[in-house]
């Protein structure tokens, strides 16, 4: 079946812009991570639903990043006014439990 | 910000050797877990242990976990050159509100030579 896909694979903006990134989960799972990963380490979570809810959004850096998931499938990871700093690969994962399944990323670079 | 670190952070070996990784942390834990990575993108789960238990196999994947000194080790037996990814650990932490909020490591990266 279908995996986790991400779109765009790949997005680059310039410094002061707005982004959305887009997960599809797997059909049927209820919990869809974001995590973002940077050069050389490994992913950081960011934020998790549980059906439309964010249970968890501890992991965001700050109140530039937001994420929703209205219907409980699809999320939007939306960022505003980025920074350099953003630039990383934000993935995203599904689960009906135990394991997550991660989708390809999307690489995001801000100029 | 991340909860284990991994070592070694670069591991060169020839095709049919073994390759170990270790992984240490620093909180209780439910689970951890060791997920495989190609060129900086998707991850891909490999094999998940429980608080409870002390080793796990999965065909050429063994794993130990030892609580006490919160630390554990994936062992790949006769590697090969597909085996080359990146190899991270990831934490579920004891009181994560019953859900899997992973914590990852830095990863290991391994170059498996023919």
């Known amino acids: 079946g279908a995996g986790v896909s991400q779109t765009p694979s790949n997005k680059v903006t310039e410094k002061g812009k707005y982004v959305e990134l887009r997960c599809d989960p797997i059909s049927g799972h209820t919990a869809l991570y974001w995590y973002r990963q940077s050069l050389g380490q490994g992913p950081e979570f960011l934020i998790y639903f549980q059906g439309t809810g964010a249970a968890d959004d501890s992991g965001l850096p700050n109140d530039r990043f937001f994420a929703v998931r209205p219907e409980g499938s699809v999320s939007t990871l939306k960022i505003q006014r980025t920074e350099r700093g953003d630039s990383a690969v934000y993935l995203c994962?599904?689960?009906?439990?135990?394991?997550?399944?991660f989708g390809p990323g999307t690489r995001l670079t801000v100029l | 910000s991340q909860q284990g670190e991994e070592d070694p952070q670069a591991l060169s070996i020839q095709e049919g050797e073994n390759a170990t990784m270790n992984c240490s942390y620093k909180t209780s834990i439910n689970n951890l877990q060791w997920y495989r990575q190609n060129s900086g993108r998707g991850l891909v789960h490999l094999i998940l242990i429980r608080s409870n238990e002390r080793e796990k196999h999965s065909g050429r994947l063994r794993v130990t976990l030892d609580t006490s000194k919160k630390s554990s080790s994936l062992l790949i037996t006769a590697s090969r050159a597909a085996d080359t990814a990146s190899y991270f650990c990831?934490?579920?932490?004891?009181?994560?509100?019953?859900?899997?909020?992973?914590?990852f490591g830095a990863g290991t990266r391994l170059a498996v030579h023919p």
């Open positions: 994962a599904s689960s009906s439990g135990t394991p997550q399944y």
């Open positions: 990831a934490t579920a932490p004891e009181f994560s509100g019953g859900y899997n909020k992973l914590i």
